[in-house]
């Protein structure tokens, strides 16, 4: 079965600096890897993918993800924080060994103050 | 075009009682998901609707829930004598198809969902 951990419930950056939010992963075969964020009392948002090629992806708003497959992580990096970055963020996999479903982190709450 | 819209935005119920919560895809988008959110915790997979079949119900947590889907478009999450357990927020996703084609997946595109609070 695949799994997804956040080990950090809440994360905080002074804006400005640079910020991860980490994600591990377990899956059977080549994952799909997704961040998603989630504003209040609104949908999650599609941030970035990585499916296959290079193992840095760049999603929106300027966020970086990088694969690490003997690591097995993909956490979520941004070089400078911007207040209007927090937000709750979760890290998703769906496995490649069939069914479409998402798997999904518990979420990290990311808090960046002036 | 508009985005995936769910209803009702809140719903209070009591114990025991029947409820429905709607789900509107994004336009052509022939696969439809439902997730859970509990309080603190990430969501969890619910039901997979591709066309108007559901190839993927392993989610749903009991046989008090239920979905449906027709003419490719609208889908109805059906949760019978609610208990407690299941007050969430119930979130909808949609994309163009669910299984990957030629290397390419489609992302999922998520509704507002639907803050479920069972008294």
């Known amino acids: 079965a695949q799994s997804v951990a956040q080990p950090e419930d809440q994360v905080n950056v002074a804006e400005g600096n640079p910020l991860t939010v980490k994600c591990t992963y377990s899956v059977s075969g080549n994952p799909y890897l997704f961040w998603y964020v989630q504003y209040p009392n609104r949908g999650l948002q599609f941030l970035l993918k990585?499916?296959?090629?290079?193992?840095l992806v760049k999603g929106s708003y300027g966020f970086e993800a990088e694969f690490n497959k003997s690591q097995t992580s993909f956490h979520l990096k941004k070089p400078s924080a911007l207040v209007s970055d927090s937000a709750l963020y979760f890290c998703a996999v769906r496995s490649t060994g069939g069914g479409n479903k998402l798997t999904f982190g518990t979420g990290t709450q990311l808090k960046v103050e002036l | 075009g508009a985005g995936v819209s769910q209803s009702p935005s809140n719903k209070v119920t009591e114990k025991g009682k029947d409820v429905e919560l709607r789900c509107d895809p994004i336009?052509?988008?022939?696969?439809l998901y439902w997730y859970r959110q509990r309080l603190g915790q990430g969501l969890e997979f619910l039901i997979y609707f591709q066309g108007n079949s559901a190839p993927d119900k392993s989610g749903l947590p009991s046989d008090r829930f239920s979905a449906e889907r027709t003419g490719e478009s609208v889908s109805t999450l059906t949760i019978q004598r609610t208990q407690q357990e299941d007050s969430a927020v119930y979130l909808c996703?949609?994309?163009?198809?669910?299984?990957?084609?030629?290397?390419?997946?489609?992302?999922?595109?998520f509704g507002p969902g639907t803050r479920l609070t069972v008294l």
């Open positions: 990585y499916i296959t090629g290079d193992n």
């Open positions: 996703a949609s994309s163009l198809r669910g299984e990957v084609a030629g290397g390419r997946y489609n992302e999922q595109f």
């Open positions: 336009s052509g988008h022939t696969a």
